[in-house]
């Protein structure tokens, strides 16, 4: 039997491999059966976004189709040249709410940390490209030094999002590290890591970047699947690594037009995150305006026609919260259809799941005055 050091060795050298054979600066471009158009478009949208994919990534690829709704997310292509007005650099307002470098703190109990801003794939629709261009920094101790003595003076915050960059693009030494300092501050709870490793480079989920987070803190880990073609049994067996340590996994999507934007894809991708790989559908994220996505975005109305109809045909678990991040730092807010149809005092009129609306009288007694607390008022659960 190998011993475990030869077994993360065997491990790591599979996940390095992966990488090397990938695609990794603009010229390796060359080896892919690119159309001019993306030859030229890759050329230059390297410029403002770098491009990067693991081989087990470019492998989901169906070259014969333009439209792959893999290629979509990987190769640049001449629409992300064209930058629309009113597209934003900072979409969400992640520098407006920054009080130290590498970390966001805009509600009050949880915080983003990054700790890079490198990723092991570089994704077209990023909303956060305009960062990682510009700062390209990667981990080293000292920068992450004052996000994490603002943490420690901070005891409302209880939840350290990693981010970035994708933190999981990091060595298992640097997470260990990481998660280390974070664990050894009392009042945080819970370890949330986001990222894009599980869908793009399933073999670096290996048994040393799990013992790396294993500890004190809930983790939970927030996989970023779009399309069901990116399940695999290769991704299958990364999401069983991190569930059967204990972490919680939940999935965030983004609306992608040409992409995910039709209620056959997007029920079929909920359903096999939640059937197959144990994660549960958190969010679906309507397009940020990220600069030169327009092409890839849809309206709001299209979106919630979309969740509207999977509402209706998948179970409550396998469903997403449709949301829009709202730039200024207004944060997240859901955006699904609205089924209240008409409100007059406590008489309402509500479209049901079959789309045929119904009255619905609310039922309130008086209450029981001052001997019943407001906890014990709001009971049963
Ligand atoms: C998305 C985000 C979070 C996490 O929000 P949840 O709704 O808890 O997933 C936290 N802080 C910032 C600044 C964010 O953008
Ligand atoms: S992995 Fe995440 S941060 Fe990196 S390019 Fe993709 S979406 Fe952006």
Redesign the pocket.
Known sequence: MPDLKEATATADAAWQNDVRQGVRHVRDLERLPLSPAERAAAQAAAANHKVRAPKAYLDLIDWNDPADPIRAQVIPSPGELKQAEGELDDPIADHAFSPVPRLTHRHADRVLLFPTYQ?A???RF?F??ES?TSIARGYTREALEPALAYISAHPEIREVILT???PLSLPDKALAEIAGRIEAIAHVRLLRIHT?VPVALPSRITPGLVAALQGRLMVTVVT?FNHAREITDATEAACRTLRLAGFVLLNQSVLLKGVNDSVEVLEELCRELMYRLGVKPYYLHHGDLARGMAHRRTTIAEGQALVEALRARLSGICNPVYVLDLPEGGGKVPIGPCHVEVRDGQRWRLRGLDGKARDYAEVVGEGEGAAVSRSDASGAS
Do not use: S
Request: charged share 30%; with cysteine; net charge positive.
């Open positions: 990723c794939v570089y994704c990023c956060r490209k990682l970035g960059g994708d894009r970023h």
